[in-house]
Antibody, heavy 118, light 105 residues
Framework: QVQLVQSGAEVRRPGSSVKVSCQFSGDNFSGTTIAWVRQAPGQGLQWLGRIIPIIGAGNYVQKFQGKVTINADESTRTVYMDLRSLKSDDTAVYYC???????????WGQGTLVTVSS | DIQMTQSPSTLSASAGDRVTITCRASQNIGSWLVWYQQKPGKAPNLLIYKVSTLQNGVPSRFSGSGSGTEFTLTISSLQPDDFATYYCQQYHTDWTFGQGTKVEI
């Protein structure tokens, strides 16, 4: 059974950056694809990118290339999502989730609210 | 980018109703179609993947069908626990979600 536990809510100023963590418990962390998805208040879901820890390099949706960096620490079984040059429209709940080969997200973190406000 | 369009955006129904939600892709996505349920303040919950494969533990009143560009999620007899927002998602090229369908009383 996989469990994902995310870091707590953050408040940031426009132009700054934020790093959200996602700690994995369960089998085969290194070979499990972890994806990041966000949801602005009252809005739908939006993919950001993914990483396979054993490979190390993140893979990003084109819209977020240069905006998001995803990396993984195998020693602590934690995946990080770094979001920079924050704007008010980056205010959202950010979720990590396990991505399976058939393209579905089956285990989800509890979500982390990032608020960008001056 | 592949766009996913769900209809309707909101659906009003009663317990016991048969409910159908449609998801259309802007291009052929084969069978790379997933459905999620989300309740307020919670992470989405996987219902169906590869168009019609029910995730373990999901009640059999949920079913999925379709291929190519048009897909449906059907709830055969709506239960009180099913009032939620439903999202489709494609995984053919990158990944995109539909805008969601809220099923309300």
């Amino acid at each position: 059974q996989v469990q994902l536990v995310q870091s707590g809510a953050e408040v940031r100023r426009p132009g700054s950056s934020v790093k959200v963590s996602c700690q994995f418990s369960g089998d085969n962390f290194s070979g499990t694809t972890i994806a990041w998805v966000r949801q602005a208040p009252g809005q739908g879901l939006q993919w950001l990118g993914r990483i396979i820890p054993i490979i190390g390099a993140g893979n990003y949706v084109q819209k977020f290339q240069g905006k998001v960096t995803i990396n993984a620490d195998e020693s602590t079984r934690t995946v990080y999502m770094d979001l920079r040059s924050l704007k008010s429209d980056d205010t959202a709940v950010y979720y990590c989730a396990t991505l399976r080969e058939s393209g579905y997200l089956d285990y989800w973190g509890q979500g982390t609210l990032v608020t960008v406000s001056s | 980018d592949i766009q996913m369009t769900q209809s309707p955006s909101t659906l009003s129904a009663s317990a016991g109703d048969r409910v159908t939600i449609t998801c259309r892709a802007s291009q052929n996505i084969g069978s790379w179609l997933v459905w999620y349920q989300q309740k307020p303040g919670k992470a989405p919950n996987l219902l169906i993947y590869k168009v019609s494969t029910l995730q373990n533990g999901v009640p059999s009143r949920f079913s999925g069908s379709g291929s190519g560009t048009e897909f449906t999620l059907t709830i055969s007899s709506l239960q009180p626990d099913d009032f939620a927002t439903y999202y489709c998602q494609q995984y053919h090229t990158d990944w995109t979600f539909g805008q969601g369908t809220k099923v309300e009383i």
